[in-house]
DNA sequence: CAGCGTCGATACCGTGACAGTATCGCCTCG
DNA sequence: CGAGGCGATACTGTCACGGTATCGACGCTG
């Protein structure tokens, strides 16, 4: 199977639209189509079931799909590596990656304590969206990434946890909640506010009543304005202005900050950055 | 890139030999020469060193085959689960990957266990050579693995040990340490017989007085003719005659069976497995 | 030091795979 | 029932891939 191929099935997989991921290719209709049949003949495997309205994947389909992303990473993951391998010294020796608006100090901390040790190479920083690191250490963009479990999986990554902490309830400055002491999970209920709605892998949001958001600035802007309540990380405490109060949530399951990257890394200086971290 | 293109570099980088990877390949020596001339042309990176006497890796080169096999793994592993996920009714659902000659009263417990939960698939056994377990599931020839830590790495995997056990030191009946109630490691230097020598990732084998070996039954059989001795875990006891004995060693490492899996993994099947497993 | 063998690169050529344009066949919807 | 959307097919040109023959550099050896 070549990549070509798979490319191609997963641009027809993802659009479920042969005309569209022609275009998204830069390739013609017709080609693609063929493609699309000699990959299915050569695997003597039926991997789309075209209906006269679009088309829609089998059971099969949906597992090349999936690995086939996985694949194509991997792939992309071997060219960037060895590009960055020959890269001539300074350029950036590791590529970090990150949520944007996550864990700001402890990253800064992080920094700042590598940066002093003897051999220290240079830090790029990423900053992705939300659940996007996995995709960066798996095609290669980054060599390392900092996460929150329990919402971003670390599932065949390497890891060391960094820091636990307990939630806060966001609510806007004033509301009645604002005077307990703290608060349960059920409570965040009778606030009279729904709960945001953050986009799904796919890009798509949940149905309900709550704010579409992708990310933290975005949240606490609309936190003040008195459209939502949250549950963040205690560490978000640093970045709050007196419009936002914040109250501790007795069972919100704490998160824990990982440092993670992929399995059979062979570098000195990613084993010295998380060395460094977890000395922190 | 193509996995052509990848296929090709990745032989030539394991041959270190243009001519030899070209018979490997089944194809004539000038066009691979220009295919890896391509590829490094496209990546702008000197992948070898061609040299009057055949060729060398450079780093970058070393980089691109590691990550190239890696990827060569998941686009054979995307390949082959398609085919299955397409497969009728009847052929394996679970492929199960181990040692040869290892944990088999476990396994075979296993086996008994989960034939009889409902619902249950047919569970091909596949036996390879030691530590090429983890090639298994990458390339997806397996699904799931038994594995013995610390010998082998489950780096990258996701596990639940199954069974801890000790390790003892097997002697040819009748050798003077044989008296001892227990032994420590320090204590076979004094056995006069060399320990034996596994072969690498590589399949060399590390200079050194001891025999080669490259199986259980092959190592039991020396160590009965007197020219060797061996640590292996408490469970091989069932395997042994008369003709070996075996003492308990009072500091060598545990060995932990445990059952493995890719991350990512989604079916029943095999999450029913892991739990009977556990459950055991 | 001449001659030969080894090994990778180059020259040249034929075939086939891939991409493009034009068009068909089918289904859906107004 | 006609129009439009969608995927498949027909046909064609070009370029990439693979093969054979040969070159050029280096090392070994008598």
Not at 229 to 243: I, K
Request: proline letters at 8%; one cysteine or more; a negative charge.
């Amino acid at each position: 199977m070549e990549t070509r191929e798979l490319r191609y099935f997963v641009a027809v997989a993802e659009e479920l639209h042969f005309g569209r991921a022609a275009l998204r290719l830069g390739i013609a209709q017709p080609p693609l189509s063929r493609a699309v049949q000699q990959l299915e003949r050569r695997l003597g495997v039926t991997l789309l079931e075209r209906g006269s309205r679009g088309v829609a994947l089998t059971g099969a389909g949906a597992v090349l799909l999936r690995e086939g992303r996985a694949a194509l990473d991997a792939v992309a993951a071997a060219e960037r590596r060895t590009r960055r391998a020959a890269a001539p010294a300074g350029s950036p020796g590791l590529v970090l990656v990150t949520k944007a608006g996550a864990s700001t100090e402890l990253l800064s901390k992080l920094l700042d304590a590598y940066a002093a040790e003897p051999g220290a190479v240079d830090v790029d920083v990423v900053l992705c969206g939300i659940g996007e690191q996995e995709r960066y250490l798996r095609d290669g963009r980054a060599d390392v990434a900092l996460l929150h479990r329990p919402f971003d999986s670390t599932a065949g990554l390497d890891t060391e946890e960094l820091l636990t902490e307990g939630q806060l309830a966001l609510l806007p400055a004033g509301h009645p909640l604002t005077g307990r002491p703290d608060l349960r999970l059920d409570d965040l209920g009778l606030s009279g506010l729904p709960l945001p709605r953050w986009p799904r892998d796919d890009g798509s949001y949940p149905d309900g009543p709550g704010p579409e958001v992708h990310d933290n600035t975005q949240l606490l802007q609309l936190i003040a304005l008195g459209r939502t309540v949250a549950v963040l990380p205690e560490s978000v405490r640093a970045h709050l202005h007196d419009d936002i109060a914040a109250v501790p949530l007795l069972d919100a399951p704490p998160v824990t900050t990982v440092i993670a990257w992929p399995p059979h890394s062979r570098s000195l200086a990613l084993a010295q950055l998380v060395r460094t971290a977890t000395r922190l």
